[in-house]
């Protein structure tokens, strides 16, 4: 067995013990699908490797180099995202072995490869686990960095899947199992009982996937559908498309009604994790959600498949209406460090100054007496 193969089983074996649900942007294939997505600019991507004295490999951690996006809270509402060129931990459970000195020769190592004070995002880092603890109480992160902690990025929503979708069923409410059947009923009938799941994982499904995907965004599917972005400059979504599916990483879906997508799903699959960008369908049968009954499907393709555990619906809720029993929504934080620089430390100074004249105006306004009032309310 040659070099590369071996550190590629011994990544894989490594990947395999982390049961991280962000686990696919550790993995070789995302790897090699944001190296080969550039359209011939290649970042320094790199990996930051340690083998053992018989050469097994005992820790790995791939660093991407790009343009993330990334946000500074401004006012109310409002976020400054800069357009910086980062280094980028893609998931922060790490694949390390435990204790604070493997941790500090990874940073290190970093600041060594990449020395032009580049800021290092660091994202989906599980809340309280190694690295976030590390992150808030490591005197050589405070030394080197200024710590942002990027909003929104602190819960994702799972879904667990069950042995059998009629396990799965039964964590509804029998209120919940009547709406799912009878909405599938309607379509079904409204489509004149052509109804059809179509999965997408090849290079021969992918022209009408996209076909059918820009109708259904309108023709913006490259701004609006949640898909992997290279840190540089990307290639066109379907050459994207067709490296995750040579990889055996995309799994999407069509719902097909009368010879054509009523409604689409586009996601990944890596090992026991289902990874759900983006559900889109027609407005035109809004009356009959074709988008829930479209979910519904999948997670029972899913079950089918049997080796698939989990769907990472990514940050945020879901729709309130969605029962919680089949949801669980782990913490996780994301972190921006900028290198004390006088430009980052004036960055970051100014920010705060902003908000701090906001909050003194509100408070101030906060503090005037409306006119016709005594300062109880009473006319």
């Known amino acids: 067995m040659s070099a590369p193969e071996r550190l590629r089983l011994d990544w894989q074996q490594l990947l395999a013990t982390a049961d991280d649900p962000f686990g696919i942007y550790q993995s070789p294939q995302w790897f090699e699908y944001m190296r080969e997505s550039q359209e011939g600019i290649q970042p320094p991507h790199s990996l930051a490797v340690r083998m053992d004295s018989n050469q097994s490999l005992v820790a790995i951690v791939p660093l991407y180099v790009g343009w993330p996006v990334c946000k500074f809270h401004l006012l109310r509402g409002r976020y400054y995202r800069p357009s910086w060129k980062m280094v980028t931990i893609a998931s922060g459970q790490l694949m390390l072995p435990p204790g604070d000195d493997w941790l500090d020769d990874l940073f290190s190592s970093i600041a060594e490869k990449y020395p032009r004070n580049l800021p290092l995002k660091i994202e989906s880092a599980p809340l309280n686990g190694p690295l976030d603890d590390y992150i808030g109480r490591s005197d050589y992160i405070r030394k080197r960095y200024l710590i942002h902690k990027h909003p929104f990025h602190d819960r994702i929503s799972v879904i667990p899947l069950a042995a059998s979708y009629t396990e799965f069923l039964s964590r509804y409410g029998s209120k919940k199992r009547y709406n799912l059947r009878r909405q599938l009923r309607l379509l079904r009938e409204q489509m004149d009982g052509t109804l059809e799941l179509r999965v997408i994982r090849s290079g021969p499904d992918l022209p009408e996937f996209l076909d059918s995907l ?166």
């Open 214 to 379: 820009r109708s259904l965004f309108g023709w913006d599917v490259e701004s609006r559908a949640k898909t992997p972005r290279s840190p540089g400059e990307p290639a066109d979504f379907g050459t994207r498309l067709g490296i995750l599916a040579r990889l055996d990483l995309l799994r999407s879906y069509m719902l097909m009604g009368r010879g054509r997508a009523i409604a689409c799903i586009y996601g990944l699959r890596f090992g026991g994790t289902y990874m759900l960008g983006s559900i889109v369908h027609d407005p035109a049968f809004d009356e009959w959600s074709p988008g829930t009954s479209l979910l519904q499907m999948v997670i029972e393709d899913l079950i089918n498949v049997g080796s698939i555990t989990r769907i990472n619906l990514g940050y945020g809720k879901p729709p309130v209406h969605e029962s919680r029993s089949t949801y669980v929504y782990p913490g996780y934080a994301s972190y921006v460090l900028l290198p004390k620089t006088l430009g980052n430390r004036t960055f970051m100074g100014g920010l705060k100054a902003i908000r701090a004249v906001v909050l003194s105006l509100k408070a101030a306004r906060a503090a005037l007496p409306i006119p016709g009032r005594n300062r109880r309310g009473s006319p």
